[in-house]
């Protein structure tokens, strides 16, 4: 009997994709099924960046489809395609676009630029393109990170053109300014920088735009969540009650704001002495896990207290580079993974999919 491309999808419903938790027909991952006698074709479309699970999920497709009598050679074309999808009401995504990331905490000192780079490094090695725009104007420290030295180019004196360091578009005020040079400027001044360095920077083809917010939740914050096109939030935390506190604060703005909080990390979660490898939660221990338990959000995953994390940050080469497949690095592209996974779960934009309709006197 020939094959049917309905028994190729009922074979292809076994599959699941363990990021989803749904299997593939159900998450909508498979296209253009093609049937020739016993040949079989089709595309298995990831909406997220996961190139280190691609190849796992093909094989596990085309040995599905295997089990079916009579099939003969089975090609699967696999690809990553990013959706753009829907921000705060009343706002559009930028131009260039497709998805702004706010990576914020309640207070400072919680590891929030160290993450938030690392996390667009992670999403960035999954097979996106990411920027990056470094929003703490007061301690821009992503220049440092990335270790990009130099200034900003414009063509035509008002857009500039983004930076480039290990494989990221970034943006800061700290290319715009000498090191030592402070900030003294009030919130509407900041504001409008900001802004300016978001709306005004020549983006490329982004995927996603990871925005290292300014700690806190002041003027400033609240300012921008309500003008920045922001797809979904991450909040940074330390287990200890002092900074729960705080990012308790960080996550009602963006809820009264409208913008989704993608989940919950933990930092400095447990420190393991380098020496003789003594286990302590300094900082306390659980109380990420029970935040976002309390909140009905995800908890995205704990980074331990880990001087390798500081020192490669400080060298401009952070973990997700400095050591891509050590134990650090894995945890932060489960995180990336797990929060690009969220944003592919949300509504997409469909603005742009309408016409414009203009109504005039004849």
């Known amino acids: 009997m020939p094959v049917h491309a309905d028994a190729v999808l009922d074979a292809l419903r076994k599959v699941l994709d363990p990021n989803l938790n749904k299997d593939l027909v159900s998450a909508r991952q498979i296209k253009n099924v093609q049937v020739d006698g016993g040949d079989v074709s089709f595309d298995l479309e990831l909406g997220y960046p996961g190139k280190s699970q691609i190849d796992g999920l093909r094989k596990a497709a085309i040995a599905a489809v295997r089990t079916l009598p009579e099939v003969g050679n089975v090609s699967v074309n696999a690809s990553i395609r990013i959706q753009t999808h829907a921000v705060q009401r009343g706002l559009k995504p930028l131009p260039n676009v497709k998805n702004i990331i706010a990576v914020a905490s309640g207070k400072g000192g919680v590891g929030k630029s160290t993450t938030a780079v690392n996390l667009a490094l992670a999403l960035s090695a999954e097979g996106a393109r990411v920027g990056i725009l470094d929003a703490d104007i007061y301690g821009p420290s992503q220049p440092t990170m990335l270790g990009i030295h130099g200034r900003p180019e414009s063509t035509d004196g008002q857009i500039l053109e983004p930076m480039t360091g290990q494989g990221l578009q970034a943006m800061s005020i700290g290319f715009l300014i000498d090191e030592d040079t402070p900030m003294v400027w009030r919130g509407p001044m900041v504001t409008s920088a900001l802004e300016q360095l978001l709306k005004q920077t020549n983006w490329k083809d982004l995927d996603y735009l990871v925005v290292d917010m300014p700690p806190g939740t002041g003027d400033i914050q609240l300012t921008l969540s309500q003008k920045v096109p922001v797809t979904g939030a ?82 401009g080469r952070p973990t997700v580079v400095a050591d891509p497949d050590g134990e650090l690095s894995l945890v932060y592209k489960d995180i990336a993974r797990k929060v690009a996974v969220r944003i592919a779960e949300q509504a997409r934009d469909m603005s742009l999919k309408f016409p414009t309709i203009v109504v005039q006197n004849t």
Do not use: W
């Open 234 to 315: 991450v909040i940074v935390t330390t287990p200890q009650d002092i900074a729960l506190l705080d990012a308790r604060k960080g996550l009602k703005m963006f809820e009264k704001v409208g913008v989704p909080i993608l989940g919950l990390v933990e930092n400095m979660a447990i420190h393991v002495c380098s020496n003789c490898g003594h286990q302590e939660h300094i900082f306390g221990q659980g109380g990420g896990q029970k935040m976002a338990a309390d909140y009905n959000i995800h908890y995205l995953g704990g980074l331990p207290l880990d001087i390798r994390i500081r020192e490669q940050a400080d060298s």
